[in-house]
Structures are given as C-alpha cells and as structure tokens.
C-alpha cells in the first residue's frame, strides 16, 4: 500500500535501530516521552520497543484524548443523552468510557439515544434530518479534532440550526506538557512531539520545552519507520549538544501550523478558566468552551448538567505513569482490578492509553512476576 | 398466489397470507423432498457416523452487499461451522424473522441465493420457518439457519490434538467480508473495490480430512477474526500461537480500508476462510492440498504452535519486533454477519 508500506519498511527500520544503538551510551538511560496516544498505539502495534536498546527507555505521555476525559463530563454526556428528544452523537471511542454512572454505551442500553459518528459535521446531517430531536455532539480531543468542531459551528451558524448542539470538551496540549514538566523528580529527558496536534499548531507552538524545560522535541508522523528515525534525531541532539525543535512529520507539519484552522478554532472556542484531567488533576486555561456568539449551540448553556467532580479511585496510579514515574505494570490494580474490559484509570481506557497499549500488546515483554497476565 | 409487494402482519398469522408465502416463495425458491410435505417435522433417513449439529444467527445490516446477501452468508456460514468440525453437511433447516414492510421482492431474492447456495453445496433446506414482527421492531429481515452433518471418519478435530510444533494455516486473505459490509452500509463514506469473501468451505475441509491424523483442528474464522479464532484455540489447548506479520495476506483494498479505519484486519471477520493446525511435516502437502482449490488458490502457512506462553497469541511484526494478539474488547464493526 502506497504511503504506508514505505513507513514500514523493515531493512530502513533495522538502520535506524541501528543508528540509535550507536547514539546511546552503554549504562546511559535516556528517557523519551511519546505525548501523543498514537504514537504509543503504534510502538506496541509494531512492537518497536524490541527495536530499541535496553538505554532507550519510552514514556507513554497525556495524548490520548478519550482517557483525559474526567468522569464527571462523562456524566453530563450521559445525563444531556437521557433527556427526553436528545440524540447524543459522539466518537467511537468514547462510548465505553466510564464515568461515575457507567459508560454511554450502558446508557444506550437504558434506553438513551446514543449515536457513533465519525466526524461533527455527521452529526450535523443528523440534526438536520431528525428535525423534531436536539442532536448534541459530544465533543473530544485535542487540536486536532478541535478545528472540524470549529467548522461544525460555523455551519450551524450559517444554516441558523435550531436543534443542534456542542459538548465542547476540546483539550490543549500545552497545559499538560507544562505540568508534566513541572512534577518534582521528573523523569522524562526528551519528547517525541504529537503529529496530528502540530499539524493545526505548528512545530514553534513546543518551543517552550527546550527553551524554559531543556528538553529537546521532535515532532514525528505514526508509522514505525517516523518513530524510530524522530528517537534517532533526538538522540543526535543529545550527542551534538543541541536542545531544540526539531520536524520529522515534514510531509504534514509547517513550524507555524493551519492557520485557517487555529482561526476557525479562535472564531468559535476560547479558553476555559480550568478543566480537569483524569490522571493530572485540574489544569488552568487547559480546554476551550465555546464563545458567546455560537451560545445557542453550546450544551453547558442548554442544558443543566449535574456538572460533578469525581475523584479517580485511589488504587489508581494513572498520573504518575503519565509523568513517567511508573511504568504501568508497576500500578498495583494493573491487569488485575483494572484491565481494558473494567478500566479503573484513564490509561486503560482506549487502545492509545499506555496501560491498555501495554496490557493488550505488550505485557510479555516484561518478567512474569511483573507482569500479571490477565484474563 | 402471492399478489402482495410488502411483507404485513397477516404473513405470519398462520393463515391464508402465510400459505401463500411459504408456497409461492419459500417452496418455489427451497422446493425439494424433504421440505415439500410441510410437516412439522423433516423426517430424513439415519446417517452412519458421528452427527454434528450447529445453528447461527445472521442479522447482518445491509442485507445486500457487494459479494452476497443475508440468505447466502446464512447458507454457507453454517456450512462452514459443520465442515471444520470435519463433517459432510447432510441438512440445513432456515428461521425467518421478518419485519413488516419487507419488499417481497427482496425477500424472494434472499431466498433465492440461499436456494443458489445450497444447491451448489448439494444440501437441502429441509425444514422451516417464518415469524413477521410489527414495523420498527426488527431491521428487515433475520434468519437463522441449522445444520446437521456426519463425519465420516474418526478423527479427534479438537484444541487437545493440537502439539508444539504444529503448523498453522490460513486458505487465503483476510478481513474480506467484514470490510466489504462495513464499506456497503455508507455511514463511513469510503469507496472500494471490496467484495465479501461468503463460500462453502466443506470441499477444502473434505480436502483436509486425507492428511489424517495430521490434521489436528480446523475453523473458519468468522465474527472477531482470526485473532479471536486463534486466541480461542491457545486457550482451549493452553499453547501459544506464533504468527509472522509477513505471512498474512490482506487484499490492498481491504488492507487500505482498514488502515483509515484504524482497524486491525485481524480482528475482521471472514466468511470464506478457513485457518488450520496441520503436523509441521504435513504442511507442505496441506497447502498443496489448498491450493489445489479455487477456494484456497492463497492458501499460507501463518505461524506455528508453541508451548509457552499458554493461551497467548503473539505475532512477530514485520520489522522485528513482537506483540501479543489479545481478545478484542467492544465491537467495532457490529452487526457484520
């Protein structure tokens, strides 16, 4: 397949597995921080971390954007589904999300009006097809789906939609980077920067890191072949002494981004006054809600939403694996009170958390006694 | 007669309307000796051997997609769950669900694939029945199918005959079906030139059956793929399954829709596949023996049986490296066979 096989192909992998043996010193460990949930996704879908040497060691970081939704927004989600005449649209992944209250999907069993889309605007057509119900998106992720959120409510401005609405839970990247570099006894030395992210905001958006943190960051694309060979240039800036923002993701990613997306973002969303993380507690100016003009599409404004905070179980080890001072096998409910069908923590809700990447993908690669084999 | 153009409420009361659907389209389409008298009951002659019996739901949605429909996919599907228990498929009984307001047209074309497969497979449909349920409370049409073969030979085809060392087999690409229904029902607004893969599997499995004792367990890896097939077996055999990345053969297409999809073509499901375990010194005359049919023209060795980690499927990837294959958790392709 055009595109994809040249991203995997074996022979430039074992070069740059290769390049990054000759870059590490031996005894030397090197922390490397993926952010970006599809990053950690594809090391255990290629099972990468083989291809890397014992001084290499890979922190699976905050960017999945389903498993840093707090419970409690989940529980609005569900309580704006259970409301008479309501359709709730939203992502896949977010159905079997738990909240306080179960997960959407247990809410649809209920009886709720619970509906997959793949895209805002999806749910869009629906409003407008099923005119006598309210279509509310259930709306998640980072930069990255924020700009498609944007464009959702521009339309819904231009056609004047009266049954349509937003549950804006759009994140930012910077505020969790910053509080992960903030945490005392940090133990990350380098960050492979998200992809998709950079793509709406550019690559100057990480200078910070390098800059305030010293930290190097290479912003990379998802295939195997793009992650070994964004390590390697972090590496070479380690050995050459350099610490700055590097782009491997060239094919996609421009240093100052979509501009017409971050504007369709701006347009429509502002920053909100907090937001809590599951994992990282609450952060401040870390999501967007929707501006006063687009009011009539906004759902925290429509509807009353219990609006509750509830605290991640206390077993629960989630923020320091995000800080990368566990690794998620050394979390005491990992693979036993808290695995991918009953998730306790935010890691273990979808396939691009770290613990459910390496509960579904990797736990052998560990000794046994470390790493309980589930059911 | 049957003048009516929508299924309604009185097909399925038993009387009149009900007469004439069974006669003017279920016997018309299925007619043959055993279903004919309309008894209660087929009453059909012993079989010498040890009798498999099986029965499968199939409420795929659309009904109709590139490759086959609802009335094949429900012939062959139980035709299949009977050849890889090693048995020759003797008869096949059809449960209708149908949901008022059905075109008839649509339900006779239905019946009439189904008639097409089970002809081809040389086995009748030798008793049924129809049930019609008001508006909105079933999508269409539902069928559900059993089957009862013999096998004609004394082998244990069970996750305790498999060994360390086994080879494992896979009689062409995967994920063909699912993706080809996935693609049909539209809401993923993708194009491709993707077909299900529906067939009989029991001439491959027959096929098979020659290698004896080498032959250690078959299945044709259906709803959650060959990854939850082979996930089944390790742990019903407490062994592990290697696989080679490299070895697995997925369609361009397929392998494209899945890669915008994010879907793990392993996990897709097939309807014309077969996966065998064969004695590591016999897998060259099994592929032989696969490739020798249309059906298993692709036919590969995929990996072998090891004896640790019990009931773990691992697969060396393609650049080196290796990954459990673990049981799929959620659904996300519903409602595909």
Same mark, same amino acid.
């Given at each position: 397949m055009r595109y994809v096989d040249e991203y995997r192909d074996p022979a430039l992998a074992r070069s740059l597995s290769a390049e990054i043996r000759s870059l590490v010193t031996p005894g030397e460990v090197v922390r490397v921080m993926e952010v970006c949930g599809g990053h950690t996704h594809a090391i255990y879908r290629h099972g990468l971390e083989e291809l890397l040497p014992d001084e290499l060691e890979l922190v699976h970081g905050p960017g999945c954007p389903v498993c840093v939704i707090p419970m409690g927004r989940v529980d609005d989600a569900i309580a704006i589904a259970e409301t008479e005449g309501v359709t709730l649209a939203t992502f896949g992944?977010?159905?079997r999300v738990p909240g306080g209250r179960g997960s959407l999907l247990e809410a649809k069993a209920r009886g709720a009006d619970v509906r997959m889309v793949y895209s805002p605007l999806d749910a869009l057509a629906l409003a407008a097809q099923e005119p006598d119900r309210h279509v509310c998106f259930f709306a998640i992720g980072f930069e990255t789906t924020a700009p498609a959120t944007a464009v959702t409510l521009l339309r819904a401005g231009q056609d004047e939609t009266p049954n349509f609405s937003v549950f804006c839970n759009h994140v930012l990247i910077e505020p969790p980077l910053r509080a992960i570099l903030e945490t005392?006894?940090?133990?990350?030395?380098a960050f492979v920067g998200p992809g998709h992210v950079s793509s709406v905001i550019?690559?100057?958006?990480?200078?910070f890191i390098p800059e305030e943190y010293g930290r190097p960051v290479v912003v990379s694309a998802f295939e195997p072949v793009d992650l070994l060979q964004s390590i390697a240039m972090l590496l070479r800036q380690r050995v050459e002494g350099r610490c700055e923002v590097e782009n491997q993701y060239t094919r996609v990613v421009r240093?100052?981004?979509?501009e017409r997306a971050v504007a369709a973002i701006a347009e429509t969303m502002e920053p909100r006054e907090d937001f809590e993380w599951r994992g990282l507690g609450v952060l401040p100016a870390s999501a967007l809600q929707v501006r006063e003009p687009f009011a009539a599409f906004d759902a925290e404004r429509l509807f009353a939403l219990p609006g509750a905070r509830i605290e991640d179980p206390?077993?629960?080890r989630c923020g320091e694996v995000l800080t990368g001072q566990?690794?998620?096998?050394?979390?005491?409910?990992?693979?036993?009170?808290?695995?991918?069908?009953?998730?306790?923590g935010t890691c273990m809700?979808?396939?691009?958390?770290a613990c459910a990447a390496y509960f579904s993908y990797?736990?052998?690669?560990?000794p046994r006694e470390e790493a309980p084999v589930g059911a | 007669m049957l003048r009516d153009e929508l299924v309604n409420l009185s097909h399925g009361a038993g009387g009149k309307a009900t007469r004439d659907l069974v006669e003017a389209l279920f016997l018309e389409e299925l007619g043959n000796e055993a279903l004919?008298?309309?008894?209660d009951s087929a009453v059909v002659a012993p079989a010498d051997g040890r009798l498999a019996l099986t029965t499968d739901c199939y409420v795929v949605r659309?009904?109709?997609f590139p490759g086959g429909d609802i009335g094949e996919l429900a012939v062959n599907g139980t035709l299949n769950d009977l050849a890889v228990a090693g048995a020759r498929p003797l008869w096949l009984t059809a449960g209708f669900v149908l949901e008022e307001g059905l075109p008839i047209e649509l339900l006779r074309s239905v019946v009439r694939s189904m008639a097409a497969a089970a002809e081809r497979a040389g086995v009748p449909v030798a008793a049924g029945d129809t049930k019609v349920v008001e508006r909105?409370? !079933?999508?269409g049409l539902y069928v559900t199918t059993a089957g009862v073969g013999v096998l004609d030979h004394d082998l244990?085809?069970?996750?305790?005959?498999v060994r360390p060392g086994d080879r494992v087999l896979l009689s062409g690409t995967l994920a063909d079906h699912g993706m080809a229904v996935m693609i049909a029902r539209g809401d993923l607004h993708l194009e491709g030139d993707v077909e299900s893969?529906? !067939?009989?599997l029991h001439e491959l499995t027959a096929a098979l059956l020659g290698l004896g004792e080498a032959l250690r367990w078959m299945r044709d890896?259906?709803?959650?793929g060959l990854a939850t097939a082979l996930n089944e077996l390790a742990a019903q055999a407490s062994l592990a399954v290697r696989l080679e990345e490299s070895a697995l053969p997925v369609r361009p297409p397929v392998h494209a829709a899945c890669e915008i999809l994010g879907i793990?073509?392993?996990y897709v499901a097939n309807e014309g596949k077969l996966v065998a375990v064969v004695a590591a010194d016999s897998a060259v005359d099994a592929l032989a023996i696969l490739r020798a049919h249309p059906l298993g023209a692709?036919?590969?060795?995929?990996g072998v049986i090891e004896p640790?980690?019990?009931g773990m499927v691992l697969l060396d990837t393609s650049l080196g490296g290796s990954r459990i294959v673990d049981l799929l958790v959620g659904d996300p392709l519903p409602r595909i066979c």
């Open positions: 992944d977010m159905l005392p006894g940090l133990r990350v030395d550019g690559t100057d958006a990480y200078r240093r100052d981004g979509n206390k077993a629960c566990i690794k998620p096998w050394e979390c005491g409910v990992f693979g036993t009170a808290c695995t991918p069908e009953r998730p306790l809700v979808s396939s691009e958390g990797g736990r052998l690669r560990r | 004919a008298p309309l008894g659309p009904l109709v909105g409370k !079933a999508d244990q085809l069970v996750p305790g005959s893969d529906t !067939a009989p890896p259906t709803r959650g793990d073509p392993l692709d036919a590969v060795e995929i640790e980690p019990e």
